[in-house]
């Protein structure tokens, strides 16, 4: 029989219920054709870039010919060739939100902001008497749009010059009494997410102050962490609040937020301590659209993937467990998939066909329940043999993967207690045909139930279509 391997993570608050983790994998979609309806694909590694004297990376940026990047506390100037000038100083160690005009970038680093002008070449710290601070910035018809940290006000630059606030230039976001978090531009409008509510507004072209709200446009759901919004799939994404509760992720949906995560994906996010310091980037790679959600204080990643509409882990391997993805934030420059280090100063590009995290181990994993949903008749079962179906003969030239190994382990109990594991080879270079089969994997015991898992660790392809069981039922 097939044994539903393919899937996404769903750990319920109950592992009896549901014990399904799917780390440094995601599966994808064949619509047709296929030996199976989907697969499973390893996540893509992490290839050095370049690194800077100082990290962590706070935040990337591209237009015209460069990109730019805040690390630790410098701003810097990187060429196509990954050469990189310093231009000065960035106060603070948080991360931090940029836009450009076409001429300017503005730097929004909460208490200061920055202009860098790249027909001048100058950087410079805004020091305008009427600037106080800013958190979320946007661009808008040629106007810089931010909000004021700690307060419910958001200001508009001076036309095409940021270094320039007029002390009137604001306005408040007063459809409830919250104080903004932050706020992004999409579709050339202003959304304003408050602590407990978003509203949007569009430039009305007015003589005092440029903007206006726009009718409507307001919901009683807010936003958790500043820098969790992120633009991806001609949508918003951000980590929701409300009055009710928090720890549910969004996606905007006209002028309201459409739940994406899961009861399992929410159940993991309200366990943790910290939810304020959330930080989310997103991009696309082979057509996957991907809103990356970090939780620093949990030290673990969770990434949500349009084009399945499937939740999967990613990260590190440390001290024999799972740590939270190196990548914080995310450019496309110079055609690749930029990463910048939460830890270091370091650029990665994202690689399909790099198979390690910040050149340390990538583990993947897969657990999963042995018996297909509502075929499991809490009998005892006999299990034969289980065959992982996958490509095979994968293995590198020479060193660690020259032949690679998958780690089988389950559970008799429902995912509290696990076996030993058992080791089997995918096949070195070339051997397409290799099996990788596990024989003689005993008796289900106690709730007459079995969750599987597979496991690796080695630098190579990683691609499962399924998995195959053969057991036989006892009476007992």
């Known amino acids: 029989m097939q044994t539903p391997i393919l899937g996404s993570s769903y750990v319920a608050r109950s592992v009896n219920a549901a014990d399904n983790r799917c780390v440094n ?88 902001g920055y202009i860098y002008n790249a027909n001048t070449d100058v950087f410079a710290k805004i020091t305008d008497v009427d600037f106080y601070g800013a958190v979320g910035v946007g661009f808008l018809d040629g106007y810089f749009v931010f909000t004021q940290p700690n307060s419910q006000k958001f200001w508009v630059t001076s036309l095409y010059d940021g270094s320039s606030v007029e002390p009137l230039d604001f306005a408040s976001a007063e459809g409830s009494p919250d104080n903004l978090v932050t706020l ?22 007015l003589p005092d102050f440029p903007l206006a709200r726009i009718q409507g446009a307001f919901n009683e759901i807010g936003c958790q962490a500043a820098y969790s919004v992120a633009k991806l799939d001609n949508a918003l994404f951000w980590l929701g609040k ?34 304020a310091d959330a930080v989310a980037y997103t991009y696309q790679q082979d057509g996957h659209a991907f809103y990356v959600l970090n939780f620093p204080t949990a030290n673990t990643t969770w990434v949500y993937d349009v084009a399945t509409g499937a939740w999967h882990e990613r990260g590190g391997w440390e001290n024999n467990q799972f740590t939270r993805h190196r990548g914080q934030c995310q450019m496309n420059y110079n055609n690749e998939i930029v990463i910048g280090d939460y830890v270091a100063g370091v650029l990665y590009a994202y690689d399909m066909n790099v198979y390690v995290e910040a050149n340390t181990v990538q583990k993947w994993l ?46 008799d109990d429902g995912g509290h207690t696990w076996s030993n594991e058992h080791w089997k080879s995918m096949g070195k270079t070339g051997e397409y045909g290799k099996r990788v089969i596990w024989r003689r994997l005993g008796m289900t015991q106690k709730i007459r139930d079995r969750v599987y898992e597979v496991s690796g660790t080695d630098p190579v392809k990683i691609a499962i279509v399924g998995a195959e069981l053969i057991l036989s039922q006892t009476n007992a």
């Open 25 to 112: 994998l995601f599966p994808e979609i064949v619509p047709d054709g296929g030996k199976q309806p989907a697969f499973l694909q390893r996540a893509p590694g992490l290839r050095q870039l370049l690194q800077f004297p100082t990290g962590p990376v706070r935040g990337l940026w591209t237009f015209g010919d460069y990109a730019y990047a805040v690390s630790g506390t410098r701003f810097y100037k990187i060429a196509s060739d990954w050469t990189f000038v310093d231009k000065g100083e960035v106060l603070g160690s948080d991360p931090v939100n940029m836009v450009d005009n076409g001429t300017q970038l503005f730097i929004a680093a909460n208490a200061n």
């Open 184 to 205: 992004i531009v999409d579709h050339r409008e202003v959304w304003l997410f408050g602590e407990t509510s978003v509203e949007v507004w569009y430039n009305a072209g």
């Open 242 to 275: 409300d009055a009710r509760g928090n720890g549910i992720v969004y996606r905007s949906k006209g002028y309201t937020g459409e739940r994406i995560s899961t009861h399992a994906v929410e159940w993991q996010i309200q366990q943790y301590t910290t939810l």
């Open 366 to 411: 897969r657990s999963w329940r042995a018996l297909p949903t509502g075929q499991n008749d809490l009998k005892r079962t006999a299990q034969h043999s289980l065959q992982l179906d996958c490509e095979s003969g994968v293995g590198i030239s020479d060193g660690q993967g020259s032949n690679p190994q998958v780690m089988l382990r389950w559970s």
